[in-house]
């Protein structure tokens, strides 16, 4: 049954079943009723499996195709009338090109299927930052995630003004990776996304919307759709300042979100609270500040290495309601496990591709059989995180007292430092970059270069994007602070110099005092840094001489790091890069050069 009388509602949903031709179309309400009916279905075909209700209650677990694990940057295209709108750091293909080959792929693909229908909303309904979508899929287990991720319910139709929503089509078609596309039109708030069932690709709210499209309205629209985590941090006299950070992959974004401090700061009741791990949308608010707001309503994080050491509020998030995907199986116990969660491997289990497995199995070559896939992933509800900020369904956001970029880096970059200005913060999220490591690559220290770690998510130009940025800095009289902090700082062994995970805390305590005027900083090349003595080391087995170690800014490195952003800036954006990251640029060879 229609849940709507919407003309472009209707149509859109009318043009896709004519083209898909599914058996049925199902409108989804967000009911519990109707979603404890799709998972039953779900259980019965072995989309799903049940999870111990004992141990795990409301939880389920979900295996994708082997060759269908991760996002697929390769497949993943920005198609805008133009090729330099999508500019140079996103795959392009033209509309016309992108819809007619993606329409023949689809054509008559939900023979045999069900179209499910999901109205959805990211952030509350009916917050002024709320933006609307409808999914078109024909998988139950995007259902289930999207009611987990997003606001799923029939009241988003009736805010649905016009043909003002985010169309989103889905189909898993044959899973087949030679056809397989993941494609945004910005100028069309349309996301098509084909022959995939990974949640990366197939949870439109996530990625596609909430970065990709949302980008680009931000863009139009003069907000911002940011990669970034939210937390609070409560004083103890009560006071809480709130705090957004971007990272790339393999960072600890999810641990510094969900952070839990030392012990040192506890007992003077100091508190850190989760607003968003993953994306944040900032506007402009109450007295010229900055804003912002988790546009979703869980997590979709990674299983592997999560566990009560490494991040006890991730680990509790996944204990009720939850979809695990490409992890562990026990069929005995209806138990979920992955490689970091404990030092117990389970025996004569299932692995992620569901074949027989046990802990400690090796292959011919004598190597670990890992169970879980290493992209294997949890879909938690946000109200399950203990430490979940009472501001989370806040309408209007929090207000943003700090802004932090980061990155991998074993030599360059400091603990932390402070932009002198809003400009120069501009630069240093355009010149964010990480080093692989061996495990990941077989390589170490190759520089890869992440802007406000949105190279992958941009929606649009990426020159244009940072003129944007410059643009939100003059419109807030009362702009954050913005900072740069690196935790992976490695002596002449290649040990970590910093103790990191719960420690980082006394790194965000120095910022918020910071952003107070409450202590005083060394002017350096490359921006403001603690005075050593500033930084808390209360219970740590960390010397302030051992702190200066990583409070230095080494100029013969750092000159080779100026000619590397100078040829990444040449390379990719030229002449078309805002003139004052270029200026931003030669002052700090001026300034290395000058203090040499």
């Not at 409450?518 to 090349?525: G, L, M, Y």
């Not at 960390?542 to 100026?562: F, H, R, Y």
């Not at 800036?569 to 002052?587: I, Q, R, S, V």
């Amino acid at each position: 049954m229609e849940l709507t009388n919407n003309k472009f509602v209707l149509d859109f949903v009318k043009k896709y079943a004519d083209l898909m031709q599914p058996d049925q179309i199902v409108w989804i309400d967000g009911s519990k009723k109707q979603l404890n009916e799709l998972t039953k279905e779900a259980l019965s075909t072995g989309e799903v499996y049940k999870c111990n209700s004992k141990l795990l209650p409301g939880c389920l677990y979900h295996r994708t195709a082997v060759n269908d694990v991760a996002r697929v940057e390769g497949r993943t295209f920005i198609c805008t009338s133009t090729k330099e709108m999508a500019g140079p750091t996103n795959n392009w293909m033209a509309p016309a090109e992108a819809y007619a080959k993606l329409d023949a792929i689809a054509s008559g693909c939900m023979k045999g299927r069900t179209m499910y229908v999901i109205p959805y909303s990211m952030c509350k309904i009916g917050s002024p930052f709320a933006k609307y979508g409808i999914e078109l899929t024909d998988s139950i287990y995007v259902v289930l995630n999207m009611a987990i991720m997003t606001r799923v319910d029939k009241k988003v139709l009736d805010k649905i003004v016009e043909g003002d929503f985010v169309r989103g089509i889905h189909s898993k078609v044959q899973l087949d990776a030679e056809n397989r596309y993941i494609c945004q039109f910005p100028e069309d708030n349309t996301i098509y996304s084909l022959n995939s069932g990974y949640g990366g690709n197939v949870l439109l709210g996530k990625k596609c919307f909430a970065l990709r499209i949302a980008s680009y309205q931000a863009w139009k629209e003069g907000w911002m759709a940011e990669h970034m985590l939210i937390l609070g941090v409560q004083k103890p006299n009560g006071e809480i300042k709130y705090i957004t950070a971007a990272f790339p992959s393999a960072c600890g974004k999810t641990n510094l979100a969900m952070l839990i401090p030392p012990e040192c700061y506890t007992a003077k009741g100091y508190k850190v609270f989760t607003v968003g791990d993953d994306i944040a949308w900032l506007r402009k608010g109450r007295g010229g500040q900055l804003y912002a707001v988790n546009p979703e309503n869980g997590f979709f994080g990674v299983a592997p290495g999560t566990n009560a050491k490494s991040n006890p509020n991730a680990l509790a998030s996944t204990q009720k309601g939850t979809i695990f995907t490409n992890v562990v199986y026990n069929p005995k116990d209806k138990t979920v496990w992955w490689e970091g969660l404990d030092k117990n491997p389970p025996k004569n289990v299932l692995d992620w591709k569901g074949n027989k497995w046990s802990g400690g199995m090796v292959d011919e070559e004598g190597k670990i059989i890992k169970g879980a896939h290493p992209n294997s992933r949890f879909t938690a509800p946000a109200k399950n995180c203990p430490c979940l900020s009472s501001e989370f369904e806040n309408k209007k956001g929090v207000p943003i007292s700090a802004i932090i970029f980061g990155g991998r880096r074993a030599k360059a970059a400091p603990l932390v430092y402070e932009a002198r200005d809003w400009k120069h913060g501009v630069f240093i999220g355009s010149i964010m970059a990480s080093e692989t490591t061996a495990a990941a690559t077989g390589a170490v220290g190759v520089v890869r270069h992440d802007p406000m770690a949105m190279i992958p998510f941009c929606g649009y130009n990426m020159a244009d994007y940072f003129q944007h940025w410059l643009d939100m800095g003059k419109k807030c009289k009362n702009r954050p602070k913005i900072f740069n902090v690196n935790w992976f700082r490695t002596d002449e062994n290649g040990n970590f110099m910093w103790p990191g995970f719960g420690d980082n805390m006394r790194v965000l305590d120095w910022i918020l005092e910071r952003c107070e005027d409450a202590v005083d900083a060394v002017e350096t090349p490359i921006g403001y840094m603690p005075k050593p003595e500033d930084i808390n080391l209360e219970g740590l087995n960390m010397t302030t001489d051992d702190l200066k170690k990583i409070l230095d800014c080494d100029k013969k490195v750092w000159l080779a790091e100026a000619a590397d952003i100078e040829n990444f800036y040449a390379t990719k954006f030229g002449d078309t890069l805002p003139k004052e990251l270029y200026a931003e640029l030669k002052k700090l060879k001026k300034n290395l050069r000058k203090r040499s």
